[in-house]
């Protein structure tokens, strides 16, 4: 698949503007890349009961759950202005894992220093996840 990486970071940038995000003051935009070409985005959404927050990476995964997405995820660019290197919390992590193609071939895809980007592999930063035995 012909993928653009700065394509994807820049729907990620274009999502984190709508973070609502009034008491961490902290936005994050999400994109994800299904095998199927589809993308999907998704922003933070904070709660005044904090742990009720919703992060990105999962928005956007639940919204392609409910826009009928059944492919599995290529690719998930994450960008927050606050950081570089916007990396996905744990629990985010294990989501990505339900739904990756593989952890291998499941690229995350972040803002590096000097506006360069970096491509990871969803190995590189969830090795050994828990999965039911297939
Ligand atoms: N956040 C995300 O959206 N994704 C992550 O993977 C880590 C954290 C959000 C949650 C909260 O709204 C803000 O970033 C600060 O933790």
Known sequence: MNISYTELLKDAIE??????????????????????????QGC?????SYGLTLCAERNAISNAIINGETSKIEAIAIYSPKQKRC?????????????AKNEKE??????????????LSLEDIFPYGFKFDE
């Open 15 to 40: 999502a984190s503007k709508k973070s609502y995000s009034p008491y961490s003051t902290f936005p994050v935009g999400a994109c994800v890349l299904y095998e199927s070409g589809n993308k999907y």
């Open 44 to 48: 933070n959404v904070e709660n005044a």
């Open 106 to 119: 499941t690229k995350i895809i972040l803002e590096d220093t000097n506006d360069k980007i970096l491509v």
């Open 87 to 99: 990396l996905p919390c744990g629990a985010c992590r294990q989501w990505l894992s339900e739904f």
